[in-house]
């Protein structure tokens, strides 16, 4: 029965991808020599769906991975060759405006703290405003985001959005100005649910609530045997398809190949950047550039690094029972699987077109080495970078050190004592009436009191 319910999928993909395909080429010739070539660009997207939905069928994942490249120190670096002419901005030239209005869309499990606390300390320097939660730390996720979750506005505009929320085009706009930039980042599927799973606990969950009588380490397997059944007794709704979800993907659309199609479409029109946490250094260059920023400002110390235990190992392609579980697993997230490896082929194609790309990388990764270390060990110490033909000359001070080790929880309360020490005659809520000058009064009384205890 599964595998007349697979080929029923794939005929019905293969049906949708070629109409649409045909309707663009024939629209294209139509309309002239212009929109006939972005219905060829189009073709090679639909291709590639077709591609990955083919590999849902037959589980065999469909790949993009750059090609190994040695620099001149040995030092290895991932990048592609391309025949497409490069762009000319020479990568140490600041020919562009620095953004300072972002929105960051937190994917659970894909190096998203070690992203937060960077743009924390990115807006805290700046004295940008942030979209702050009024709770501990998300924007009431698992759900959308609603006025009662945030701070009201003390300044003209919020300038940054970088905590745990649901991704929803029409409130993101509302709440920010029409100039600001989107991001994300992804991880290879199978090792975000891996380390999911080990992150909330879910092998020994399963025995406390007696889910399974199986030894914990069994549970992972137990699990992904039969995906649906446990996720809903574990009370897990989110688990198929999580970054997908994240990103703002109805799970009850999955079996839709045209929503499907269209979330990505959307995703890709939307964001910026969607970067790769495989590739994360990669990714922190291309957004360096794209957003105009110092090479101080993508510094970083990693955050949130666990140890897998409980039988729920890294991934490992030589063991066959892993490899059976990742075949289950990309049966249950397809979508995430079909997300990861279209933006990890576009996040590569962006990068052939940059110049000396994998030189700066090469920079960027030994000097973060030597900051991160520095910050780690002895902090007190100022660090003085000289100017090359990468950067200008810097120091790293202590003050700097210190917000690199921050936590995002630890963070996020250093933020709320700053707004909450502004002075409240500066609101300029969206409702701009005396219920948010109210409502504000009475947050900072609580959040007085709850220092004190």
């Known amino acids: 029965m599964k595998s007349i319910k697979n080929s029923r999928v794939l005929f019905v993909v293969s049906l949708v991808l070629n109409c649409m395909f045909m309707l663009v080429v024939l629209y294209g010739r139509r309309m002239g020599p212009v929109v006939y070539k972005q219905s060829h660009q189009l073709e090679k ?3 590639f769906l077709q591609r990955n939905a083919l ?27 391309s025949s497409s002419k490069p762009t000319t901005r020479a990568a140490s030239t600041n020919s562009c405006d620095e953004v300072n209005h972002f929105a960051f869309v937190k994917v659970h499990k894909a190096g998203s703290d070690t992203l937060a606390v960077m743009f924390q300390r990115f ?3 700046r004295n940008l405003s942030f979209i702050l939660p009024v709770h501990v730390w998300d924007l009431h996720w698992p759900n959308n985001l609603r006025e009662q979750d945030y701070l009201p ?58 889910v399974s009588n199986l030894a914990v380490e069994n549970n992972f397997g137990l699990f992904l045997s039969d995906p649906d059944k446990y996720m809903k007794m574990m009370k897990l709704v989110y688990l198929p398809n999580f970054m997908a979800f994240d990103l703002g993907f109805r799970r009850d659309d999955r079996n839709d190949v045209q929503k499907v199609i269209n979330f990505l479409q959307e995703i890709e029109n939307d964001f910026t950047l969607v970067m790769i946490t495989e590739h994360f250094d990669e990714s922190l260059i291309m957004l360096k550039r794209l957003f105009c920023w110092p090479l101080e400002s993508i510094l970083y110390i990693s955050k949130n690094v666990r140890v897998y235990n409980h039988g729920v190992g890294k991934p490992n392609t030589t063991d066959p029972v892993d490899q059976k579980n990742m075949a289950l697993h990309r049966s249950w997230s397809q979508i995430d699987y079909v997300m990861y490896d279209h933006f990890n ?22 000097l973060n080495d030597d900051i991160s270390a520095h910050c780690l060990k002895t902090p007190k110490l100022l660090f003085h970078v000289n100017a090359s033909e990468w950067i200008e000359a810097f120091n790293v001070p ?12 630890s963070y996020i309360k250093k933020l709320k004592d700053d707004y909450f020490a502004l002075p409240n005659a500066t609101i300029a809520s969206p409702q701009n009436n005396n ?11 609580k959040y007085q009191q709850k220092q004190k205890l």
Request: hydrophobic letters at 35%; glycine letters at 0%; a positive charge.
């Open 45 to 47: 997207d639909v291709v």
């Open 345 to 366: 082929r576009t996040f590569w194609k962006k990068v052939a077109l940059e110049k000396r790309f994998a030189e700066e990388v090469v920079f960027y990764k030994s």
């Open 398 to 409: 202590m003050e700097t050190c210190q917000r690199m080790k921050q936590h995002v929880s």
């Open 153 to 210: 506005l003390k300044t003209d505009e919020f300038n940054i959005l970088t905590y745990h929320c649901l991704y929803n085009k029409t409130i993101f706009r509302k709440l920010l100005p029409e100039k600001t930039k989107y991001i994300t980042i992804l991880r290879e599927p199978y090792s975000q649910f891996k380390s999911t799973f080990n992150y909330f606990n879910i092998a020994h969950k399963m025995k406390e609530r007696n």
């Open 123 to 125: 807006g805290d320097e």
């Open 435 to 445: 219920k948010a000058s109210i409502l504000l009064d009475d947050m900072e009384k």
């Open 55 to 81: 590999s849902l069928v037959v589980d065999k994942p469909f790949t993009s991975e750059p090609a190994a490249m040695e620099s001149s120190n040995n030092t290895r670096v991932n990048i592609i060759t």
